[in-house]
Structures are given as structure tokens and as C-alpha cells.
């Protein structure tokens, strides 16, 4: 690092205390904390005023590298999730179009029956949404699952689970395969049921 820690020799703490004769005391204490500059100076700050006796002290170059991973980490994802969205909404879109082409009979006779494209489209979307709420939830667990396998293979910590992002996943892709089925719905209220219950 550059720094006065390449300096030290690491050992385990029980080891150490035996060899000083010093059971159960402690003189240094070591946290790695993934966050910005300013989160560490406020750490540093409430650490100084809960105990006088304590002495913190950030280790510049260990926290820059760590946060100069996470944000690389992060704009990757970014743009990953990104990609995926776009795939996700061609796949939709192609997957909801063959559907309507298969179901273009029961299309027209719904139709013929008396509903409106009101009752066509509510029917499509109520699919297409719950599809996605569904993709959403199973994502949401993977992507823990995911993100738990990266935080431990490159900062050796584990993360919370966060509700909020659990929500904003699943609403995320209900919109999605909403914005992915208006065209297949338009075609679904496009259809004429005259012509293909003559089989046209």
C-alpha cells in the first residue's frame, strides 16, 4: 500500500496475547468498512467522541482501493442491468406477439361475444404483469444470492437484505413487461373477428 502497514506482521490475536503475556487485551483493532471518504471521517469522528481513549485512525490507501472496486462494481452492473432490461423487453415483446398469434381465434371469438378491447387489453396486461411480478421475485432472490457470492469473494463480508430494493426490483419488471406487451396487445385489439372466425 505504500503505506506504514507494510510494516506489520499479522498473527492471531489469541497467539499474540500469549506471547506478551497480555490475555484479553487489546491495543489495535483493524475494521474494513466499504464506503466513501466522507461515511469513514463520520465513523472516525463518533468513534473519537464515544471514546476518548480510543484512537482511530483510516488507512487512506486500503479504503480508496476498496471503494475504487465497489464503483467499478457498480457501473458494471449499471450497465448490465441495462442490457438485461433491453433483452428482457425484446424477449417479451416476441413471446407476447406469438401468443396473441396462437390465441387470434379466442381473440375473435371474445370478441364476437361482446368484448370490448377494453376487456382484451385488461386481460393481456393482467397477464403480462403478473408474469412479471413473478420474474421479479425470483430476479430479486437470485440477484441476493448473486450479490451475497460477490461481496464475500471480493470484500469477505456479508450484505443486509434490503426490502426497498426487493419492491423497486418487482415494479421495476411489472413495468417492463407492461412497456414490453403494448405492442402485442395492440395487434390483440386489431383483430377483426369476422375475418378470422372464416378462418382468414
Request: proline share 3%; glycine share 8%.
Amino acid at each position: 500500500t505504500g503505506s506504514k502497514e507494510e510494516q506489520f506482521a499479522f498473527i492471531n490475536l489469541d497467539e499474540m496475547q500469549d506471547l506478551t503475556q497480555k490475555p484479553n487485551k487489546i491495543s489495535l483493532g483493524q475494521i474494513s468498512i466499504v464506503a466513501d471518504g466522507t461515511k469513514l471521517d463520520n465513523i472516525k469522528t463518533m468513534l473519537q467522541k464515544e471514546d476518548p481513549a480510543v484512537q482511530p485512525q483510516l488507512v487512506q490507501q486500503i479504503a480508496r482501493s476498496e471503494w475504487n472496486v465497489l464503483s467499478k462494481l457498480q457501473v458494471l452492473m449499471l450497465l448490465v442491468t441495462v442490457v438485461v432490461l433491453l433483452l428482457t423487453m425484446i424477449c417479451v415483446t416476441t413471446t407476447m406477439m406469438a401468443v396473441v398469434t396462437e390465441r387470434r381465434k379466442e381473440i375473435g371469438l371474445k370478441k364476437a361475444i361482446g368484448a370490448s378491447n377494453k376487456n382484451i387489453v385488461l386481460e393481456f396486461f393482467g397477464e403480462g404483469c403478473v408474469l412479471g411480478a413473478f420474474g421479479g421475485i425470483l430476479g430479486s432472490a437470485f440477484g441476493y444470492v448473486f450479490a451475497q457470492s460477490v461481496s464475500m469473494n471480493v470484500f469477505s463480508r456479508t450484505i443486509s437484505f434490503s426490502p426497498s430494493v426487493v419492491i423497486i426490483s418487482i415494479v421495476l419488471s411489472i413495468v417492463v413487461t407492461g412497456a414490453a406487451s403494448l405492442v402485442p396487445v395492440r395487434i390483440a385489439t386489431s383483430v377483426d373477428p369476422a375475418i378470422v372466425l372464416r378462418g382468414e
